[in-house]
Structure formats: C-alpha cells, structure tokens
C-alpha cells in the first residue's frame, strides 16, 4: 500500500518517516532498552501496542520519534523495516466533526486505513488519555477508546501511545479492558551522565537554529544547576529548556546594537541637540568645542560600527559553514540510503572538505577578533546558564557561585557585626554551613538543620534573620513558623495543606507552599518544643530526605533551605551555667532521638553579660543615627556614659537584650521626638546624647557653636 492511498492518515495525522527523512526529528540519544522493549511488544502477533509512561519531560515523545529516524536509516529488526508511522492528532480529528457520528466516522476511516495496511502503519498517539472520552458528548454514545478496543484486541492495529504516570492511572488503570491492551513500557528520567550525553547529541540542532556556539562547559552547568534548583521538572527537558533559552538570549544579544555603540548614539544625539541651541546663542567658542566633540564621538562610533559589522559578519561565515556541512552529510546520508554511492563519494570526499576548509578559515579569523573589545558574544557560556537559572528561580546563582566561597569564609566575622556575645554559637553554625557548601555533606538532606537552645533574647530568631540576610542576599529569605500554633495533632494539616474533601485543600500548607514558591530560604522553626508530637514525624522527613509530601501528593524540595529550629529548653540550665551532660539529659527528655539524630549541630547560646548589652546598645543606637541622617540630615552621638546608663538600665539576666528597644524607645527615641516637635532640633542639626545621675539629656552643638 503506498503512501498516496493513507488519504485520512494523511490528513489527521503527521508522517514521522517523512519528516526524519527531512531531518526535521531530532536525534535519539540513549534509551535502547527501551526501544529494544518497544520493538519486542511492536512484534507480538496480538496486544502489539506499547504504552510509552513517564514523567512529564523524560523524552517518551523523543522515543517514537527516534524509532522513525531508525527506520528511516534502516538500523532496525528485518520484520519492521520500511514500516510508516504515523502521529494522530486527536484535536485535529475532532475539530470541525459538527455532527453526530462524524468523529466516529473520522475514527474509523483512520483505523481501517491502517488495518487495511497489513502492519505497514504503527499509530503513534501522543497524550493517549486524551482518547478516553474524546467523541463522546454524554448522551450513550461510544468514545474513541471504545471505537479502538476491539482493532488493539486482534491485532488489526498496532498502536504506540505516550502517556504520564498519574494519567495512566487516571484513565488506564480504571478501564482493566482497554488496560490489558496496551504493553507497559516505563520510562525513566535520565541521570546526570545520561543527560548530558543527551544534550550533547541535540547541541548541534540549537547552535544551527541560533546561530551560536555552545560551550561543552555550558551542556555540563545546564544539567548540574536544573537538577540542583529545577526540582520540579525532570531531564533532559529542563536542561534543553536552559540551552534553548539561554542561546536565545546570544542570539538577540547579536542582532541588537551593542550597549557601547547605543551609548555613543545617545550622547551624538544629545551634542546635536545642544550644538543647535548653542547655535541660536552665538556662543562661537562654546560651539567650537562642541564641534570638537562631536567629531570625536562620531570617530569612535564609526570605528566601533564598522567593528560591530565584521563581528557579526564572521560569526555570520562560521554559522553557515556549519550549516551548509550539516547539510551536505544530510544529502549524503539520503543519498546512501538511495543507494546512489556516487553522490555519497562526491559529497563526503569533495564537497564537505571544502566546507570543512572554509569553516576553519571562518574560526581562524573568529579567534583573531577575540579579546575583551569584542563587541558581539557568539558563545553560550556557564555564566549565560546560571543567569537564565536565576531569571527562571529568582536565585541569584551567579553571585553565589562567584562569592559564595568569600562569604563562607567570613561568615563568623559578619555574623558577629549583628549578634553578640555569641561567638561559640556563631563558629559552630559557620562550621557545619562550610561543610555542606563544600559537599561534604549528604546532598539528600537540606544544607544543614540546627537546632538553637538557650534562654530569650539572646539572639537565636536574629542569628537566623541574620543569616537569611547574609546567605540570600534577602531578608525575607525566611519562612518563620510559629510552632506554638501547632499543639494539636490536626494542625499538622496546616503545615501541609488538608486532605483531599476538607475545606482549605486547594490552599496548600503554610511550610509547603512557602517553600514551593520559595525554594531557597531559611526556614525557621520558632519554639520547636511547643509543637505536637506527631508535627516532629513530618518534620522528620524533611531533616532526613530533605523533600515533604504535601496533601496534593506534590514532592516539596528542601534540599536547598537551611533549617533553623529554635527552643527555650535547658534555658534555666544555662543560665546557671551548668555543663553539657545535664542540657544533653534535658534535651533527650524532650525530644524523640530519631528526631535528635537528624539534626547537624544542637548550638547552645550563652546568657548576655553586661559587656554584651552595652555592644547591643551600641548597635540599636546605630539604627537611629542613621535613620536621622537619612530623613532629617541630623546628626547625632551619645557619649559612653550615656551607652553604659542605657545598658546597665537594660540588663537581665532572664530576658536577654529583649528589655534593650523598650528602654532606648523610652529614654531616647521618646525625648528625640519631644525636641523635635518643638523644633530644638533643625535639619543639619548636631546633637550629642549624655547621661548624668542616670538621665540621658542631649545638647544641641549646632546651636552652641552659634552662640560661641
């Protein structure tokens, strides 16, 4: 039966063998189990219909596209060769089918059309879920898995489907009859070797199509960084997703002008419109100087336009040296398919040497414009990955990869600039950080879990802030959860979201969705002690796996949070200054030792001393000093004792450096505002702040100075 007699075929679906031999598939690279799986099923003499199911983007559309392209090169089993397959698209079938029975009519006419084949078609159907129900509007009358069953039953029609997971169990596992029809072929996402050996098989396509080059380098950042912070998408799809985008963005880059020649264009057109003003002034030796910049400005975009063009020019060459050789091995391939070996020498022996000599001679005088003037990037690089990774997360990637080491380095000396008297805590915070960040942690786990005990008001919710701020370059980088909300066992539902026919499902969790949306934060666990117990055995997941179920079966990553849980317990314990083995006894009194065991560090902080408070004094201080500089231009100091008053004041041992903003609110801020109101207080004013006899009282120098 030839081609020209699939007159319905032809018109609802798409010849995969015509367009492999076009070379408009992509290649397959990998996957021979499962071909070899599929090519077994295709040869059964009943039930020769494999279910290609997989995560959405392993590549199971890749797989019937791959078995064209090896039919079409003819590397397959002798009892399949020269079979055609087809590609029906069920919108295509139903769209326009106004009457009753004219999609069954469409069905049919397509099924006999390849029954009538005598096993020369194989019926891809892509999304074949989409056949359950498709046809049928409710009234009694047969969907086109119905219409299908019994041609896959007999044989009549070999049929490869693709489908996800949970559409398969949706839709397949529910209906057993149309279930037992169809051979199971699972597809799996590709690991990290297998993916990149993917993308260097597709990497010709898209340099072709952008007319870039891709480094190898870029390929290898494009699978590491989407499987560290794509967690929601599978390989190969979200790293050719990354490649796509990112050569893309080289390619507009190429075409657009360049910034220094668009900058140069702005300042002519802005020396123009002032020499013409100068002109109507008759400001000759304004506009003599002007004339003279002028002159320099369109010198310099004239050299850096004509650079421009000849950069884009060899580029140019290279792309379509590359282009034409791609071509010509597609002739050649088609050729020896024909069997004309004539063409196939003259292509392969003459004609692409020549090509490949005249893309060396492009690349050489690519290199000779090489350098740091170069005005048009024609490489798709890591950097060009890790910021489309950026735009697409919202992390700033490449500012952590290029400081991140710095930052760990003096993570203990910017720590100390915000948190006091808490310097054994802050090293061994630091420590564990270092060790994860240099992957000498359990990558499954998050990049590290705390927990922080010690009495209130010593600094553990601000270390964790602190942190947020310094790690994420974002303060709200945060999600802080107060535990004490959690004591009843149902309100485990609000971490995750409630189940399914309870009010509040479609609204997720509070701890889920905050880090589904937020994959990179710090996640706070605010008086962990507090919480039921059964909200531990979920956190127990999350320290452990580092990802949580949500009540939508969604898996939450938190492989990339810092977890930070904080308790008061033992608090009276250190504050008595009693050694480690009584905390330890405390600690395992309160806490499961599941839960113990899968935290990196337990940080025990000290009571604050006085000299702590007054270094706390000193920083809360700071805030208001520039927070006048800003809104008024005033400056202000205190003096030592004016410090020392405010700290002894504000000192207790119980509640930590929390009473220090009531008694600056109280003492400083409160007569600040006094002296303002009644404008004592002007804008450049200078004021110092003093204490005598335990009263803080501020002298205006500005005005003094006047009166000298």
């Given at each position: ?54 995560a959405p983007g392993v590549g199971k559309t ?35 089918a106004k009457f009753k029975g004219e999609f ?289 997360t919202g992390v700033p990637i490449n500012k ?309």
């Amino acid at each position: 039966m030839s081609d020209n007699n699939f007159k319905t075929l032809d018109q609802f679906a798409s010849n995969l063998n015509a367009l492999a031999a076009e070379g408009k598939l992509d290649p397959v690279i990998g996957r021979e189990d499962e071909i070899r799986r599929i090519l077994r099923i295709l040869s059964r003499r009943t039930k020769n219909n494999p279910i290609l199911v997989g995560a959405p983007g392993v590549g199971k559309t890749a797989i019937a596209e791959g078995l064209a392209n090896r039919i079409m090169r003819g590397d397959i089993p002798d009892n399949l060769k020269n079979k055609l397959i087809y590609s029906l698209d069920m919108g295509l079938l139903i769209a326009g089918a106004k009457f009753k029975g004219e999609f069954e009519e469409r069905l049919k006419s397509v099924i006999k059309e390849v029954a009538d084949s005598d096993g020369e078609v194989i019926l891809f159907i892509d999304e074949i879920h989409t056949l359950i129900g498709a046809g049928s509007a409710g009234d009694g009358a047969m969907d086109a898995a119905n219409i299908l069953k019994p041609a896959l039953a007999r044989g009549e029609l070999r049929c490869l489907g693709a489908t996800t997971f949970s559409e398969y169990q949706k839709y397949f596992e529910k209906d057993k009859a149309l279930e037992r029809r169809f051979q199971k072929v699972q597809v799996s996402e590709p690991d990290r070797d297998a993916s990149i050996a993917i993308l260097r098989g597709l990497k010709e396509k898209y340099e072709s199509h952008h007319k870039v080059r891709i480094k190898d380098a870029a390929v290898i950042q494009a699978v590491d960084l989407s499987q560290r912070y794509i967690s929601d998408r599978f390989l190969p799809d979200k790293a050719i997703d990354l490649i796509d985008e990112a050569a893309s963005k080289i390619r507009l880059e190429m075409n657009s002008k360049p910034e220094e020649l668009d900058s140069l264009d702005r300042k002519l057109a802005q020396l123009e419109i002032e020499q013409e003003a100068v002109k109507r002034e008759n400001d000759k030796e304004r506009l003599k100087i002007l004339k003279q910049n002028l002159a320099e400005i369109i010198e310099q975009r004239s050299k850096l336009s004509s650079q421009w063009e000849k950069e884009k020019e060899t580029i140019e060459n290279v792309q379509n040296a590359k282009e034409e050789i791609e071509q010509s091995r597609f002739e050649a391939d088609q050729a020896e398919r024909s069997g004309n070996y004539a063409i196939v020498a003259e292509i392969r022996y003459g004609k692409i040497g020549k090509l490949e000599k005249k893309l060396a001679n492009a690349l050489k005088e690519l290199e000779k414009l090489k350098g740091p003037e170069l005005l048009v990037q024609q490489e798709v690089s890591e950097h060009d990955i890790s910021e489309t990774v950026a735009r697409w997360t919202g992390v700033p990637i490449n500012k952590m990869i290029e400081s991140e080491k710095s930052k760990l380095l003096r993570l203990e000396n910017e720590l100390s600039n915000s948190i006091v008297g808490q310097s054994e805590a802050i090293s061994a915070l630091s420590n564990a950080l270092r060790r994860s960040r240099a992957g000498l942690n359990d990558p499954k786990k998050p990049l590290g879990s705390f927990l922080f005990i010690g009495p209130t008001g010593v600094g553990k919710t601000e270390l964790a802030r602190c942190l947020a701020s310094f790690i994420f370059n974002d303060e709200s980088a945060m999600v802080r959860i107060d535990m004490s909300e959690y004591q009843e066992r149902h309100s485990i539902s609000r971490l995750i979201g409630s189940p399914p026919g309870y009010i509040g499902h479609e609204e997720g969790g509070q701890l889920t969705e905050a880090i589904r949306q937020k994959p990179y934060s710090i996640v706070l666990l605010d008086e962990i002690e507090k919480a039921n117990p059964d909200v531990f055995n979920v956190l127990l997941q999350v320290l452990d796996d580092g990802h949580l179920r949500d009540s939508k079966g969604r898996q939450i990553n938190f492989k990339n949070c810092i977890v930070i849980m904080t308790s008061n317990i033992g608090s009276e314990l250190l504050l008595e200054g009693k050694i480690q083995e009584e905390l330890n006894e405390i600690l395992e009194d309160s806490f499961k030792p599941e839960f113990i065991n899968r935290i990196d560090e337990i940080i025990a902080f000290k009571p604050l001393e006085k000299k702590d408070l007054k270094a706390i004094v000193k920083l809360q201080l700071s805030e208001i000093i520039k927070q006048l500089d800003q809104l008024k231009n005033i400056t202000i100091d205190f003096t030592d004792e004016a410090v020392s008053m405010l700290a002894q004041e504000s000192f207790d041992p119980i509640f930590g450096a929390r009473p220090v903003k009531r008694i600056i609110q109280r003492r400083v801020i409160n007569e600040l505002s006094k002296m303002l109101l009644r404008d004592e207080i002007n804008k450049d004013s200078v004021i110092l702040g003093d204490a005598v006899d335990g009263v803080i009282f501020f002298k205006n120098l500005t005005v003094e100075s006047h009166v000298d």
